[in-house]
């Protein structure tokens, strides 16, 4: 697509017998700088140090918890020491849902105890617990078709992980539907594709004018278990007992700090992921690993003496698991600023493979020359269509957004359970989100000609 005006250079230059002067592309102009990012990223495991040290001391992050917000206490800590711009954390009032005790117990045919997750924002059974049979479905069509066998019950929601937008639904509005047609509570089978017993946890909600009944996951084997149960006649009972309760809302902080830009410092790339997560594991993939990224992309640039024309903030959005306040605020924090680009890593920091990048087709055009220079790390692939949920309220003012693409096999296996944890994350893979992360910045900060919107 840029070609073209260099074949004309060539060709004009040909006739006018001088060798050809070809403009240099921003890539071009920009070689040397990547280079010494990614080697600088890729030559010791530095990121997935930090990246250890921040969720084996804290482990799960979960919005209204001291465990986050003495996370992002350490987080600040370490900036300052890096000697970083301007480390600081912008209030947010974040949700403050927890679990407390649960239990689920098959009472019938057989006594087995499932392995749950109360689903986020669920309200508590009463402390005896519910006691009901189970209703089995794979759809909302099929409970709608048996709406009049769901009063007194506890709906199962057995649906097969397709994608995660079309999957998750169960998860996010199963309990409206449910209480609906009068069920006592909702189950859902746990969004993954890939289940060794492990219940996945994730947001979920209720409607006004309908009644909230408890909300929680089963593990794949279990729900397809009480499906079979189901399906060959058997009474299936269970006993669920949940303590989970919303307190008022908590103090969190959005934590960044940046390299301020040596010629416009009111243009701003913004990068970096949440740093909240779940109640359970250590939130280690989802999202520590996006936080920690866009931090060392800026701690290396900060080592190498590179001050970009433009400001480059690395910041950890909080509580985008439970109501996603930080990004909105974020928005609002700093409407008086010039978003030049908005980053985001929330897909898990596996092997990167390039973006997906929301933007006019100018600007499209300029970011996947500057991606060339990833290619020879695998990860200069820039596609159509990209952002995510904390970077979306800037995205909405015109913001050109991208999403980090990774390798995605085992986002769903991990997410929102107790196994997201450090060991699921390879050192090379994340130093290669680093270098990814950091090259795009870097350049697009720096660049003479502004990314265009
Ligand atoms: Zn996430």
Known sequence: MKRQPFVWLFVASLFAGAPPVAAQSIADQYRDVANQLITAATENHDAYARLTELVDQFGARVSGSVALENAIDWILEEME????????????????WVRGEESLEMVLPRPRTLPMLGLGGSIATPPGGIRAEVLVVSSYDELEARADEAGGRIVLFDVPFTTYGATVQYRAGGAIAAAKVGAVASLVRSVT????QTPHTGNSSYEDGVRKIPHAAITVEDSE?????????????????????????????????????????????????????????????????????????????????????????????????????????????????????????????????????????????????????????????????????????????????????????????????????????????????????????????????????
């Not at 020491?81 to 947010?92: F, H, K």
């Not at 769903?412 to 680093?434: N, S």
Request: net charge negative.
């Open 225 to 453: 278990l009480i499906h079979r149960m189901q399906d060959r006649g058997e009474r299936v009972e269970v006993l669920l007992k949940m303590e989970a309760e919303t307190l008022p809302d908590a103090p969190s902080r959005n934590v960044m700090a940046e390299i301020v830009g040596s010629e416009f410092p009111n243009e701003v790339v913004v990068f970096g992921g949440h740093i909240d997560s779940w109640d359970v594991g250590q939130g280690a993939m989802d999202d520590a690993g996006g936080v920690v990224a866009a931090w060392e992309a800026i701690r290396l640039m900060k080592k190498l003496g590179l001050r970009p024309r433009r400001t480059i903030r690395a910041v950890g959005w909080t509580s985008e698991e439970n109501g996603g306040p930080g990004g909105p605020t974020y928005a609002s924090d700093h409407a008086d600023e010039d978003h030049v680009l908005a980053m985001e890593s929330d897909a898990g920091t596996f092997k990167p493979l390039g973006f997906g990048f929301t933007g006019s087709d100018r600007a499209f055009e300029m970011i996947t020359d500057i991606a060339t220079l990833l290619d020879p790390i695998g990860s200069g692939t820039i596609t159509r269509g990209g952002g995510g949920a904390d970077i979306g309220p800037l995205m909405a003012t015109g913001v050109p957004g991208m999403g980090l693409n990774v390798d995605g096999t085992k986002y769903f296996w991990y997410h929102h359970t107790d196994a997201d944890t450090i060991d699921k994350l390879d050192p090379d893979e994340v130093a290669l989100c680093v270098a990814t992360m950091a090259v795009i910045a870097y350049i697009v900060a720096d660049m003479p000609e502004r990314l265009p919107r």
């Open 81 to 96: 020491a890096d000697g970083l711009d301007n480390p600081r954390g912008d209030p947010v009032m974040v949700p403050h």
């Open 193 to 196: 594709p890939n289940s060794q």
